[in-house]
């Protein structure tokens, strides 16, 4: 059995700690930092030490595809990739209070193919980032897989920019459709998508997350529950931390915890991230593989 298979983005992420106000048209003072990234591959890595994990998704036919996949079976990561195209990088300008802009070029992610359902025998959870819809012909495959999954299926709204994209209600729908375990959230993506205004799907847990604040649990029909984080200095660099966040709630789940524990688990792993460039616990730099 495989407690957890992810589906989704294996990318280069250039991480960018600027040391003060980004200023255009002239140079800005950074650190740079090349390390592993991708929603989907950034959870399958924080819940590989907890639980059996596999990532599931595609990458270039080149150097840098294979760096990437040598690095994800290091941390103990079952890998099925596609091989194919241009393997994707992320800019990610991360902002002296911690805060990021990403930019983004998926590559090869975006171009992933029908997975062959084999994938998934033995896998228990399937969880898949909104990421995955952000592009054809990934959005389909995506959907077919989920679709075809025997397991149950969680999902991430993953980012405002995509929601404004794909559509706050089409995405409604496709959560209706998919109806999810659970759909994470934060703040900003749940106000997006007018989670506060709907009940969820039965069977389906909204996992809202508020920085600082409280993560809300909301099922249907029942009271919310509310989880306090605990408290800690300002965070360096958040690029991961709500992935980590899936991880530790996902492996947690998987070990039979309730909600409330899964998410406490959660705030506890997205904690180790926040001092550290990108997704990482420790010093990422690809070079060093």
Not at 108 to 137: I, K, M, Q, T
């Amino acid at each position: 059995m495989t407690d957890l298979a992810v589906l989704g983005d294996l990318v280069e992420d250039v991480v960018v700690w600027l040391r003060g106000p980004l200023r255009a048209g002239t140079d800005n003072p950074a650190s740079v930092h090349r390390t592993r990234g991708g929603s989907a591959a950034n959870v399958a890595m924080f819940a590989a030490p907890l639980v059996s994990t596999r990532f599931i998704g595609r990458v270039g036919e080149d150097p840098l595809g294979c760096a990437l996949v040598e690095r994800l079976r290091a941390s103990g990561v079952d890998v099925r990739v596609q091989r194919g195209g241009r393997t994707g990088s992320i800019v990610v300008l991360v902002h002296p209070d911690g805060e990021r802009t990403m930019l983004p070029d998926r590559g090869a992610s975006a171009e992933l193919a029908p997975v062959p359902a084999g994938w998934l025998d033995g896998v228990r959870y399937l969880h898949v980032p909104g990421y995955a819809f952000a592009a054809e012909p990934a959005a389909s495959s995506a959907y077919g897989l989920i679709k075809s999954a025997s397991c149950a299926v969680t999902m991430d709204a993953s980012s405002t920019a995509l929601l404004d994209e794909y559509g706050p209600a089409r995405f409604r729908e496709l959560v209706a459709d998919v109806r999810p375990a659970v759909l994470f959230a934060n703040a900003a993506e749940a106000r997006a998508l007018r989670l506060g205004d709907h009940e969820p799907p039965a069977g389906t847990l909204f996992v809202i997350k508020n920085g600082a604040g409280p993560t809300t649990v909301r099922g249907a029909g029942t009271p919310p529950i509310r989880v306090p984080v605990p408290t800690r200095g300002r965070a360096r660099d958040t690029t991961g931390a709500g992935d980590a966040f899936a991880a530790g709630y996902l492996a947690s789940a998987a070990g039979g915890a309730d909600p409330r524990t899964a998410v406490e688990a959660g705030h506890r792993l997205a904690a180790r991230v926040l001092d550290a460039p990108g997704a990482s616990f420790a010093s990422p730099s690809l070079e060093a593989t």
